[in-house]
């Protein structure tokens, strides 16, 4: 069946509009059961997610079937995620049951065979998991733990972990939360004034440094006890390595 120019614009317009509903709906069910972070996502969470999305999409797209069915089923799910979430806080064993538990899968540098086949877990896997936590041996660690977001959470044994300034005796000062003065090529006054500093103070600063001027700065910020960090957007660096194996194509 061919459709006139006035009917594709017809069920264009019907499109637009289906996709409004859609996309505030999604919206305002995203703020009232979404995460803060992808990385505190549940499987169960990551998978709703992904259904109400569908939906969301259907909602849009399938105009063979009326929008109502389609917003009724995105609500429903919704409303039965909004559900499980408070289910969850209230009730630890719903919780248990439906998001997992912690797992120990490592304890005193040995690893939890059965702990591991119960997570469906790799070793190879768990290797990789502790490599991007920065440690190569097994042996270094203390307790490993896989929380039920995937991620793993590890303690080195007392004699791998960094020397701090508390294990020396020496009193250390907090240096405070950096603020951004330079964001892309422009001056944040706003926070300059935090600081009880000037244009001009900040330009002298530059200079101190070779740079003759804002634009050429990508990032530039201060904290409370003074300590100045710029990122030029052409960094000056001496003979940069290079860990890449292959020259091209580009």
């Given at each position: 069946?061919?459709?006139?120019e006035?009917e594709?614009?017809?069920?264009?317009l019907?499109v637009v509009?289906?996709s409004?509903i859609?996309f505030?709906?999604l919206?305002i069910f995203?703020?009232?059961?979404?995460?803060?972070?992808?990385?505190?996502?549940?499987?169960?969470?990551?998978?709703l997610?992904?259904?109400?999305?569908?939906?969301?999409?259907s909602?849009?797209?399938?105009?063979?079937?009326?929008?109502?069915?389609?917003?009724v089923a995105?609500?429903?799910w919704?409303a039965?995620?909004?559900?499980?979430?408070?289910?969850?806080?209230?009730?630890?064993?719903a919780?248990k049951?439906?998001?997992?538990?912690?797992v120990?899968?490592v304890?005193?540098?040995?690893i939890?065979?059965?702990?591991l086949?119960k997570?469906?877990?790799?070793i190879?896997e768990?290797m990789?998991?502790l490599?991007?936590?920065?440690?190569?041996?097994v042996?270094?660690?203390?307790f490993?733990?896989?929380?039920?977001?995937g991620?793993?959470?590890v303690l080195?044994?007392?004699?791998?972990?960094p020397?701090t300034?508390?294990?020396?005796?020496?009193?250390a000062?907090?240096?405070g939360?950096?603020?951004?003065?330079i964001?892309?090529?422009?001056?944040v006054?706003?926070?300059?004034?935090?600081f009880?500093?000037d244009k001009k103070w900040?330009?002298?600063e530059?200079?101190?440094?070779g740079i003759?001027?804002?634009?050429e700065?990508f990032?530039?910020?201060?904290?409370?006890?003074?300590?100045?960090y710029?990122?030029?957007?052409?960094?000056?660096?001496?003979?940069?390595v290079?860990?890449?194996?292959?020259k091209?194509?580009y």
């Open positions: 069946m061919i459709l006139d006035g594709e614009m017809s069920e264009g019907v509009v289906r409004l859609g505030f709906s919206l995203a703020r009232i059961i979404g995460k803060s972070q992808i990385s505190q996502l549940t499987f169960f969470d990551y998978v997610g992904i259904t109400i999305g569908s939906m969301a999409a909602l849009a797209t399938d105009l063979s079937s009326r929008a109502w069915p389609h917003w995105l609500i429903t919704a039965l995620g909004y559900v499980m979430e408070k289910i969850t806080i209230k009730w630890r064993y919780a049951f439906l998001e997992g538990e912690p120990i899968v304890m005193s540098g040995k939890m065979d059965d702990a086949r997570t469906n877990y790799r190879s768990l990789g998991l490599r991007n936590k920065g440690i190569f041996d042996s270094q660690v203390d490993a733990i896989l929380e039920p977001n991620q793993l959470s080195q044994k007392p004699e791998n972990l020397l300034p508390k294990d020396m005796n020496i009193k000062s907090s240096s939360i950096s603020s951004e003065l964001y892309d090529g422009m001056i006054e706003q926070n300059l004034r935090q009880k500093k900040l330009q002298k530059l200079k101190k440094q003759k001027d804002v634009s700065v990032f530039a910020s201060l904290n409370p006890a003074g300590s100045l710029i990122d030029l957007y052409k960094d000056r660096l001496q003979n940069p290079d860990i890449g194996d292959y091209g194509p």
